[in-house]
C-alpha cells in the first residue's frame, strides 16, 4: 500500500517556475514508478513525466520536454517535479501516482493516486 500527497503548487505567471513535491508512505516506495499527471476543465488526464524506480530512467510528453523535470529522492520517499517557463496552457491540477510495474503514460494503469495539487499560470 502506497500513498501519495502532492504540494507546491500555486499562482504564477507567464514563465515563472514552481516545483511540485509528491511525498509517499510505504516501506518499498523505491521500487515503484511514479507518474505525474494533469487535467485541466473539462479535458482528460493527460501524462506529464514518469521516473521508474531506480531513478534511472525518466519519461515526458513532448509538450514538457525541455521545460519540467522529473527526479526522485528515495531516501525521503518523494518525487519532485521541477516546472520551468510555465505557460498559461499548463494550467492544470497536477496528480502524482505509482505503480509497481514497468512505466506507462496511461493513467488508468497507476494503481495509487494522490489528490492534485493547483497550478495556475497567468498570462
Known sequence: ????EESGGGLVQTGDSLRLSCAASGRTF???VVGWFRQAPGKEREFVAAISGSV???YYDDSVKGRF???RDNAKNTVYLQLNSLK???TAIYYC???SRTYSEY???YDYWGQGTQVTVSS
Open 97 to 99: 501516482a505509482a505503480r
Open 107 to 109: 493513467h488508468l494503469a
Open 30 to 32: 523505491s521500487s515503484y
Open 69 to 71: 523535470t522529473i527526479s
Open 1 to 4: 500500500q502506497v500513498q501519495l
Open 56 to 58: 534511472t530512467s525518466t
Open 88 to 90: 498559461p496552457e499548463d
